[in-house]
């Protein structure tokens, strides 16, 4: 294609960040988290970029595959992603057993590094033809803002973490209610109301998602019925990442349609049945949509959540899916009726644009997207970060991805990353701290012990 901008250079800056002591199935959020951004430059004087979930394997593998990017034309750029999916091999160490038991060693096989590189290589042939991203996706733009959920955690006292070397952020004396409360210890009922309350203040959410697997299943339920006593008209979900078995979980899900609206993964594989199996099992007895990211990261995981009705809300990430083949499946999940979503972990604004340009071109009604970036906010990578506001991400004005790095905050952020012990998420090392000699069990909620 002559007229096509050809990329000049790519960069794989691995960054990191600060989190909050949060608490989940797999353990204890640890003080900082990591991710990989993609920066292309392009023969037109554009700069493209993608942000992905952090770590060694992943960074390596983006580096390993820069031959096939440089000097390519920014309108084949699907012609590149297919190259570097002929070219690359299947790794070994990957056993195809995905997320299913939340090992969060897995994590790593489930994302796919290249869709970095694909939402870079849109947001250069977006600035190029001069339109949102959104609009080279699927049918192109379907709403201009698109609704998200208050993520909501149980937070661990983090002066338990007694490392000095990487203390946990404080922000006590912040003047955003927010940034003060996201920093503390939360884990009762009255605690994850104020936290729903100071959500809804700040960011207008209506929606939250409790991230469940921590406390004893009818505690977590207890929460759940203090934060839609505070908004009743709001929908509410719980996550426990299958830390529940199918008794426990129907046994849990008594009384509570009036409270939640879909249950996220309530159980997991068990008895020599598969996930998929059990949350059929799940749907049959309770009458509860079911939401999952764990039961269904592929295509072929994706064939038998469907063909066993397993599942109602696919939470289709395109870090795991791709930016294409996330739309693909709201298309999908659109015509048969059923619902898309997307799911996070930590994540820079980056994402967060990404998040913003796929939700408003994914057809249909969406379930309102999840992210992390609530946790994270304040520490922007960009300089022009999409606000949240009354609940809804917009979607950005300029064409492409429709942001702009700022570059010396990357630069910052990759130089905390170079101090990190490890670039690998682990929730096993902050729990030893609450709970010492503490192993993960994908069967027992992190503080039952
Ligand atoms: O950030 O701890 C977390 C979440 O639990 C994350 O690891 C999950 O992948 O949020 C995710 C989910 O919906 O399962
Ligand atoms: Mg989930």
């Keep these: 294609m002559a007229n096509s901008p050809i990329i000049t250079n790519m960069d794989v800056i691995p960054v990191a960040g600060y989190d909050s002591m949060l608490m989940t199935l797999s353990g204890a959020h640890a003080p900082y988290f990591t991710r990989n951004l993609v920066v292309l430059e392009d023969s037109a004087g554009h700069q493209g970029i993608g942000e992905i979930h952090g770590g060694d394997y992943t960074c390596a593998c983006l580096n390993g595959v820069k031959p096939l990017v440089v000097g390519q034309e ?3 750029y699907r012609k590149v992603l297919q190259t570097i999916h002929r070219m690359t091999q299947p790794t070994q160490e990957n056993d195809g057993e995905g997320i299913q038991t939340l090992d969060l060693s897995k994590l790593k096989f489930v994302v796919k590094s290249e869709w970095a590189i694909e939402c870079a290589m849109l947001d250069l042939l977006g600035q190029y033809l001069g339109v949102p991203m959104a609009e080279l996706l699927g049918e192109g733009v379907q709403r201009k803002k698109v609704e998200v959920l208050g993520y909501m955690f149980y937070v661990s006292d983090k002066s338990k973490c007694t490392s000095q070397e990487f203390p946990y952020l404080d922000e006590s004396d912040s003047q955003d209610p927010w940034f003060r409360l996201r920093r503390e210890e939360i884990l009762t009922p009255e605690r994850i109301a104020q936290e729903a309350q100071c959500l809804h203040e700040k960011y207008g959410f209506r929606n939250f998602k409790l991230k469940g697997g921590v406390l004893a299943g009818e505690q977590e339920m207890e929460a759940l019925r203090a934060v839609k006593k505070l908004h009743p008209d709001a929908r509410v979900n719980i996550d426990p990442n ?6 426990e979980a129907i046994q849990l899900s008594k009384g509570m349609h009036d409270v939640i609206t879909y249950m996220e993964d309530p159980c997991g594989p068990e008895g020599g049945f598969s996930g998929r199996e059990i949350m059929r099992e799940f749907k049959n007895a309770t009458h509860f949509p079911v939401a999952t990211n764990m039961i269904a990261t592929d295509w072929r995981q994706f064939y ?8 109602d809300i696919i939470l289709a990430d395109p870090h795991f899916w ?7 499946m709201a298309q999908l999940l659109e015509s048969w009726g059923l619902t898309w979503g997307i799911h996070s972990n930590n994540h820079f604004d980056i994402t967060l644009a990404a998040f913003a340009q796929v939700g408003c071109a994914a057809p249909g009604t969406p379930t309102p997207l999840d992210t992390h970036w609530i946790w994270q906010d304040g520490q922007n990578l960009l300089k022009d970060t999409p606000q949240i506001r009354d609940g809804f991400l917009p979607l950005p004005e300029k064409p492409g991805l429709g942001v702009t790095l700022d570059m010396d905050k990357v630069w910052k952020a990759n130089a905390f990353y170079n101090r990190l012990p490890s670039h690998e998420r682990d929730d096993a090392m902050a729990m030893q701290y609450l709970i010492p000699g503490w192993k993960f069990d994908h069967k027992r909620p992190a503080l039952v012990r």
């Design 242 to 247: 299958g830390a529940w078995s199918l008794s």
């Design 304 to 311: 038998h959540t469907a063909s066993q009705n397993a599942c």
């Design 74 to 76: 920014v309108a084949r």
């Design 322 to 328: 791709g930016f294409e083949g996330s739309i693909r």
